[in-house]
C-alpha cells in the first residue's frame, strides 16, 4: 500500500510521541521532530510504501533520541496485559464450536495492542474489549479457504506487536495440528511496539512453533533486501503466509509474495479505505 494523503500526520505524531517517551530534553525532541520532517517531505512526493517511509523516518529519529526502544515500557504492559488475559481467551475459544476460527478472530482482535497510530486507542481492560469486539464478528471472513491451505502445508506467521504475539499463540497452537511446519518471524531489532525475539520467548513461541526467525534489521514489516537469506527462503517457499498487522499489510498487498493471509483490524482510514472497510473493521482476507 502506498503512503496517502493522511499518513505524514500520523507517522509525525507517532515521532513526537516516541520522542516524549524517550526524553524530556527539549532540544532532542525538536531535532526528532525536524529530522522527521525532512525525512517525510523527501519522500512524500514519491509515492512509496507506506510502512518502509515509517521505517526510515524511525530509525532516523531513534539515532537523534540516542535510544534503541523507547517503546520498551510500553511493550511490557502490552505484554503483562495480554498474559493475564490469555487463561479466558483460551478457556472461551475451547468452548467454541470452531477453535480454528475462534482463535483467529481473537488474534485480530489483539492486533489493537497497537500505540501511537493517530485516532487509536489501545483499550486497558482488554477482557472486557475482546468480549464486546468477538461478538462483532468479522467483516471479511476468508478463514475457511485459509485453512485449507494451511491443512499439510509449510506456514510462515508474520507477528506484528508485543502483546498481540500472546494471543497470536492460540492461533498458532490450531496452525499447528494443522500444518506441516510453522515458521514465525518477528522483528530483527526493537521498532514502534512491534514484536522481537525477546517479547516471543515471553509468548512462548519458540514452545508452538517450528522456528522463530527475524525481518532482520527490523523494518515496520517486510522489506525485502532486508531480509536474512533464510527467512526470505521461507517466504518464498511457503504454502501460505499469514501476515498480521497494517504494516505487513502495506508492505506485502502488492508484493510479490503468494498466496498471503491479511490478518487485522483497520485501525486509521488509508487501511480501511484500500481494504473497502470502516475504521474498527476486522478482516481475514486471503490474496492468491
Known sequence: M????????????????????????QNKIKKAIEVALKILSEEYPKGGINAVIATK??????????????????????????????????D???????????????????????????GHKVEEDFLDFFFKKYKRGLKIDNLDEIRKIVKNG?????????????????FMREIKKLCK??????????????????????????KVSDEVLTNGLGAIGIIEEELPPVTLKRLE???????????????LSEGRFKPIAFLLTAKCEPVAEDINVEIGDMVAILKS
Open 2 to 25: 502506498r503512503i496517502k494523503p493522511l499518513c505524514p500526520a500520523c507517522l509525525l505524531s507517532r515521532a513526537y510521541l516516541e520522542a516524549k517517551m524517550a526524553t524530556k530534553d
Open 57 to 90: 523516518m524511525h530509525r532516523k529519529v531513534y539515532e537523534v533520541l540516542g535510544t534503541k526502544d523507547p517503546y520498551a515500557e510500553v511493550k511490557r504492559k502490552a505484554n503483562m496485559i495480554a498474559l493475564n488475559s490469555l487463561p479466558a481467551v483460551k
Open 92 to 118: 472461551f475459544i475451547n468452548k467454541q464450536e470452531d477453535p480454528f476460527k475462534a482463535s483467529a478472530i481473537a488474534s485480530i482482535i489483539a492486533n489493537t495492542f497497537d500505540y501511537g497510530v493517530m
Open 154 to 170: 509449510y506456514v510462515v506467521y508474520l507477528a506484528d506487536n508485543a502483546g498481540e504475539i500472546v494471543i497470536d499463540t492460540l
Open 181 to 206: 511446519w510453522l515458521t514465525v518471524v518477528v522483528r530483527g531489532r526493537p521498532i514502534l511496539n512491534d514484536a522481537t525475539i525477546s517479547d516471543a520467548i515471553i509468548a512462548k513461541v519458540d
Open 237 to 251: 517457499n511457503a504454502d501460505i503466509i499469514i501476515a498480521k498487522g497494517m504494516a505487513n499489510y502495506e508492505c
